[in-house]
């Protein structure tokens, strides 16, 4: 199964680097090693769209689309029948933030537990606390390093069970269940706008840098917004990939540019009609 995701994942690559110039289905499939037919089953099955309505609505959530007239990402996909199951925003999702002692600790007295998978976006990493996920991380490739950095004096453990929904999601296996918990460490100012971004923006839906900050009551703050936004540890569950710059353009995204229109166009599909409760 491994491999399938290494497949899918790079031919969502592909068609994301360039959105108005696809390949066909054959150059896919080519590229693939599979024939047409086994590799449009194949990719459908593990994203809920045909590479052909993906790319479609590529287009309309990149830059490209500049949410012409007025549209939101969701209004453009829905425009041209993109249709499957909805998923991801039928996660629920609570935030908590790590205390003021356990920042000063650096972690002392928390247990990690960490896993690692393949997914439709590449490898990617989940870390939690008896508290919830406090790690959501993609192309990674030290996880250790990067949780040591942050949590000095916690206890690491690699866990294959951690983390286990969080990574669901971006294997297309996520079920709405009871609330997923999160257990993040940043400044209340990153917290509130993470906090924010759970309330005001989503599946299918963006905003800007200015839109959020103005939700939180702080009009003028959009550069702070951004920064916190960019300091996200939590892929995807926390959706800064949906924050654009002013007139729609994409804007930056920690785990490159490809992924954030890999997210937006893979929502818009998504969520153009109800009826299904997982990602994609």
Sequence with gaps: MGSHYATVARALETLAAE???????????????????????????????????????????????????????????????????????????????MTPGELRRGGGGLVIRWSRAPTLLGEAFAATTERGLCALQLAEPHPEGWLRARWPRATLVEDPNAGREALDVLRGAARARAPLALHVRGTPFQVRVWQALLEHCGAGETTTYGELAA??????????????????????????????????????????????????AWESAVSSRGGGDEFP
């Design 19 to 97: 959105p108005a110039r696809a390949p066909a289905l054959g150059t896919l499939a080519g590229d693939a090693g599979l024939s047409p037919a086994h590799f449009q089953r194949l990719f459908t099955r593990m994203v809920g769209v045909s590479p052909k309505r993906f790319a479609q609505a590529l287009v309309f959530a990149g830059a490209e689309a500049r949410l012409a007239g007025g549209d939101d990402v969701l209004a453009a996909a829905t425009a041209v029948g993109l249709s499957a199951p909805a998923r991801l925003h039928d996660l629920s999702v609570t935030l908590r933030a």
């Design 215 to 264: 939700a939180m009551g702080r009009t003028g703050a959009a550069r702070a917004v951004g920064g916190a936004v960019g300091a996200n540890p939590i892929a995807v569950l926390i959706p800064c990939h949906r924050v654009l710059r002013r007139h729609g353009a994409l804007g930056g995204y920690r785990w490159g540019l490809p992924r954030k229109r890999i997210l937006l």
